[in-house]
């Protein structure tokens, strides 16, 4: 049964630069990448392929030998010109420069209706499209051998400048539908579609068989599926749920109905540096210098792949992360402010009222806000700010301490199954006493994950 569920904690950032509903026309990237760093818990890459190489979209680029069953493929056709490496050789990214013509690697279309969910696992997994699949706990890539108690959705993005999944998925309705018939193929239980209730369902999800149609409301983070998978139904230790993305489902429900790896997605280019934020069609692992040069207010900007609060820095011939579906531009923060924190004030945004800005005296203002933290770390400071935008039942302090302290039965008894970064990003916002909020979960997770 469908559930409606309303929140009232959290806090909406609301910046200056979000696209307008409309494709811009940009000229096509030229250049593409796939980052082993996109996939949390890749652990030992192998490269299937050699400077020079003539690939398809679709064809195997690497794999992680401690899941060698799922390839990780190209998100176009042309040719490998660079296999990046870092310190000890560490994989950075394959390169690759697309056809003008894009071809493609073809499977015979898949027959859900005769298909046993092994074989449907394996061959999603040696599609391309299988990383789009992540486990909680740990938010890693899902191994296809697991079969997981449920499958969330999140149809909705509360993330700031996020695109409208309303408008990016247009014209998708019959992809978006293969792709939730074949999910519903590997799990043991529900698929749930989580929608925006303070908002009429879009056109693109109202139609959808197969899933159950959840409503959420309230600020941010309520789109974000860990705090969906909460409310609906909490993982426990043992336990096991899958999460996808919408344009993760669109590219599944591809390879069922036409065999093929179709990478292509259109992104949100958003930020108050850029002079028309848009929307722009394109394909994963995107150089996003095509959307961005020539398209900016001022030089000194950053360039987030993603969003503000989770999104990833890159530089501006950097390339769009798999998981990415936007691009965020600002004003880099690289300077000091005499006070700047406790100047009274309507052009800065702060969740705290206390510390002299006026910001709540606005709260639809859309305000223009920079890299700067204005501050440096410091000793946790106990206020009840970070419980008060967390709409879970956790105690983020206590289990931040936690893993600061490598208490392994605190941390599993405070929550961190039921969480990754971005469901306590919004903590790192409003932390005055500037923690790297997200690192720190992420080595909770890993504590648990390889103890």
């Known amino acids: 049964m469908s559930k409606i569920v309303k929140l009232k904690k959290g806090f909406d950032i609301n910046l200056v630069g979000k696209a307008k509903q409309e494709l811009a026309n940009f000229a096509a990237a030229q250049t593409f990448a796939i980052k082993p760093t996109d996939f949390i818990g890749f652990q030992r890459p192998k490269v299937l392929v050699n400077e020079g190489d003539?690939?398809?979209?679709?064809?195997?680029?690497?794999?992680?030998?401690?899941?060698?069953?799922?390839?990780?493929?190209?998100?176009?056709?042309?040719?490998?010109?660079?296999?990046?490496?870092?310190?000890?050789?560490?994989?950075?990214?394959?390169?690759?420069?697309?056809?003008?013509?894009?071809?493609?690697?073809?499977?015979?279309?898949?027959?859900?209706?005769?298909?046993?969910?092994?074989?449907?696992?394996?061959?999603?997994?040696?599609?391309?499209?299988?990383?789009?699949?992540i486990q909680r706990p740990f938010g890693i890539v899902a191994n296809p051998a697991d079969?997981?108690?449920?499958?969330?959705?999140?149809?909705?993005?509360?993330?700031?400048?996020?695109?409208?999944?309303?408008?990016?998925?247009?014209?998708?309705?019959?992809?978006?539908?293969?792709?939730?018939d074949a999910l519903a193929k590997l799990t043991s239980g529900k698929i749930h579609l989580n929608v925006d209730g303070s908002k009429p369902v879009p056109a693109v999800f109202s139609g959808i068989q197969g899933a159950q149609i959840n409503q959420f409301s309230g600020p941010h983070p309520a789109g974000n599926v860990g705090v969906q998978i909460h409310h609906l139904d909490p993982i426990n230790k043992g336990e096991i749920a899958w999460t996808?993305?919408?344009?993760?489902?669109?590219?599944?429900?591809?390879?069922?109905?036409?065999?093929?790896?179709?990478?292509?997605?259109?992104?949100?280019?958003?930020?108050?540096?850029?002079?028309?934020?848009?929307?722009?069609?394109?394909?994963?692992?995107?150089?996003v210098s095509t959307f961005v040069k020539g398209n900016l207010n001022s030089g000194h900007v950053r360039v987030i792949s993603g969003n503000v609060l989770t999104g990833e820095k890159i530089h501006l011939e950097g390339f769009l992360g798999f998981y990415?579906?936007?691009v965020t531009v600002i004003p880099e923060g690289d300077y000091y402010e005499f006070l700047g924190w406790a100047k009274p004030t309507t052009e800065k945004l702060s969740y705290h009222r206390a510390l002299g800005l006026l910001s709540f005296l606005s709260p639809k203002k859309e305000y223009v806000l920079d890299s700067n933290g204005r501050g440096e770390e410091r000793a946790f400071v106990q206020t009840g700010v970070f419980e008060s935008v967390t709409p879970m039942d956790i105690l983020p302090v206590y289990l931040l301490k936690a893993i600061l302290a490598e208490d392994f039965d605190e941390i599993e008894e405070l929550g961190i199954y039921e969480i990754v970064e971005e469901d306590l990003a919004l903590c790192e916002f409003v932390d005055v006493s500037k923690h790297p909020v997200q690192e720190l979960v992420r080595k909770g997770i890993e504590l648990i994950q390889y103890s």
């Not at 079969?147 to 969330?152: D, G, L, M, Q, R």
């Not at 429900?253 to 069609?281: N, Q």
Request: net charge neutral.
């Open 147 to 180: 079969t997981p108690k449920a499958i969330f959705i999140s149809a909705f993005d509360t993330h700031p400048l996020a695109p409208d999944y309303g408008f990016t998925l247009q014209g998708e309705e019959k992809y978006l539908q293969a792709g939730i």
């Open 54 to 133: 003539t690939v398809k979209a679709g064809t195997p680029l690497l794999i992680d030998k401690a899941m060698d069953q799922v390839i990780y493929a190209s998100p176009v056709s042309g040719e490998i010109v660079e296999i990046k490496r870092g310190d000890r050789r560490k994989l950075l990214e394959i390169k690759i420069l697309a056809h003008k013509a894009m071809t493609f690697e073809t499977s015979e279309k898949v027959n859900l209706a005769s298909i046993d969910r092994d074989t449907l696992a394996a061959k999603l997994a040696g599609s391309g499209v299988w990383p789009n699949i």
């Open 324 to 326: 990415h579906n936007q």
């Open 244 to 287: 996808v993305s919408p344009t993760g489902v669109v590219q599944i429900g591809k390879f069922i109905l036409e065999g093929i790896y179709d990478s292509s997605k259109v992104i949100a280019v958003t930020g108050s540096e850029i002079t028309k934020p848009s929307y722009v069609k394109t394909f994963s692992g995107a150089n």
